[in-house]
């Protein structure tokens, strides 16, 4: 039978994206600092594939939820995973899955490249002097993940 190996890759700095949160100061300690630099690092096609499956058309409500949350705890190195994990267990810290949405859209965009909002200002549109074409162009689409860039 044909064996199947994979390589270890290091993510490069791209791949890593440093998510400021700030303190709750109404349950932090003293000692907590103003602000936590949560790492998140890029998703892997495999745990996008992971993802896709237990949000997707059949999935149980229960892995409709637990999915996104497991998706986003693969994406932290262990000291942000239990950071994490303590918030949402506080009962008396709001920090939980609307925030952890909030931070997955943020870091989706940045490795896209695509921001979701509109840019507040725009560049005016150049004008045509030459006669209008009558050929209209296909968009290119791409292959590629808008995660991975692969």
């Known amino acids: 039978m044909r064996e199947f190996t994979t390589s270890a890759k290091d993510p490069v700095e791209d791949d890593v994206i440093d998510v ?26 495999g745990q996008l594939g992971v993802l896709m499956a237990s949000i997707g058309k059949g ?8 999915g996104p949350l497991n998706f986003f ?21 709001p920090f939980g899955p609307e ?23 725009s560049t005016p549109s150049p004008t045509a002097d030459g006669p209008k074409s009558a050929v209209v162009s296909q968009p290119s689409i791409s292959s590629g993940s808008l995660l991975t860039g692969s």
């Open 59 to 66: 999935a149980s409500d229960v892995d409709g939820v637990a």
């Open 99 to 121: 925030q952890i949405n909030e931070i997955m859209r943020e870091c989706i965009e940045e490795w896209g490249g695509r921001p979701t909002q509109p840019s507040s200002v």
């Open 20 to 45: 400021p949160i700030r303190r709750n100061t109404e349950i932090d300690p003293e000692g907590v600092p103003d602000l936590y630099m949560l790492k998140v690092f890029r998703p892997t096609d």
């Open 73 to 93: 705890d693969s994406m932290l190195d262990e000291e942000g995973q239990r950071y994490c994990l303590d918030r949402m267990l506080d009962r008396k810290d």
